[in-house]
């Protein structure tokens, strides 16, 4: 049972720990149980939770039990860690919403199947509605010294800024109670998140033990960022979500594809099952072989199968292959071919009627129509995988995809798109 923390520790997704002798003497007496939190901030989780629900469910095929628990009522205040600003209260019916479309995503990492470790998925709200503002302050508050609060990262930081609400200022006490209603509810006595958690996170530990005199554990989860300095997970349109609305099955497939040598071996730890055995040999491919990009292939399908399914991984793979003239174009589906073309160079036009050599340049994929006239005379350009040679050819209905798309290419690797109407 203590093998998971030498497998954490191998994958580097650590970052700080109560007592990590005492965490493993515990973990040596048999299975725990642990959980982890996940507030509905926005309609989806993102990477970012992915990392710390990774972790978690790393501890259930270890052999230990799991509990998911989305924040239908922390969600409802706002964590104030790491925002430099007051976060935007949402409604009750939002956060509502939100609850039970994070808690489907959640439920896919976990198994709930009968056996010696099932996963539990909870609400905070369930114990938090309940509680009066009374009770709240004398049964829970009482335990919370000022000084100590103001001194949390998450609080300092933000008093010496733009300040801090009361109710966000109350967020940690909401986080502590969770992970003592956890303990004694299901003998929970590990907490995981993410590192920016640590003081809510401990808060909770300092909690049970004023309350009931027991010592638990808490674990976090490093903060991914990239080798370029940017924020891990994002992009110029916001984060990489799980939810195949926000960000679809081929961009998702596409970010990882794209993954940077210097990240790629990392990200192969945090967020796939891989041994270290294969991802040792894919490190070393990264270094003899880096134009292969076997790795980042390896981490695109493992975590599109992961977080999309088998199937969507199918139809992303094909989407690329017919994109650059390895596959039939007109077999995609309409949401396949749609994603893929919004990931790249397109032109939207009202109606037929334009050259290709004008759609060519109007989709941004050369940076002219004297280039574009020049890419097709010199034979490297095409429409929907089929070479154009004339200048003036005009596309017609014939060549739309799905009444509504057509595919432009220049050479071997840039692609561009039309959208019609």
Sequence with gaps: ?????????????????????????????????????????????????????????????????????????????????????????????????????????????????SGPNPAELVSNLDWTAEMSAIDFLRDVGKHFPVNRMLARESVSARLGGEGLSYTEFSYQILQANDYLELYRRHGCTLQLGGSDQWGNIIAGVDLIRRVEGAHVHALTGKLITKADGTKFGKTAGGAIWLDPALTSPYAFYQYWLNADDRDVVRFLKVFTFRGREEIEAL?????????????????????????????????????????????????????????ALAEVPKASVPALGATFVDLLADSGLVESKSAARRAVKEGGAYLNNVKITDEAHTPSAEDLLHGRFMVLRRGKKSIGGVEVG
């Design 1 to 113: 049972m203590t093998d998971i923390l030498d497998e954490l520790e191998w994958r580097d997704v650590t970052a700080q720990t109560t007592d990590v002798d005492a965490l493993r003497d515990a973990l040596s007496k048999g299975p725990i149980t642990v959980y982890a939190g996940f507030d509905p901030t926005a309609p989806s989780l993102h990477v970012g939770n992915l990392a710390t629900l990774l972790i978690l469910t790393r501890f259930q095929r270890a052999g230990h039990r799991p509990i998911g628990l989305v924040g239908g009522a922390t969600g409802l205040i706002g964590d104030p860690s790491g925002r430099s600003t007051e976060r935007v209260l949402n409604t009750s019916e939002v956060v509502a919403e939100w609850v039970s479309r994070i808690r489907v995503q959640v439920e896919k990492f976990l198994s709930f199947e």
């Design 283 to 339: 490190e070393k491919a990264v270094a003899d072989r880096p134009f292969a990009r076997e790795a980042q292939r390896t981490l695109a399908e493992d975590l599109t199968t992961l977080v999309h399914g088998s199937g969507e991984l199918d139809a992303v793979v094909a989407a690329s292959k017919a994109l650059f003239g390895q596959g039939s174009l007109e077999e995609l589906p309409a949401s396949t071919l749609e994603a």
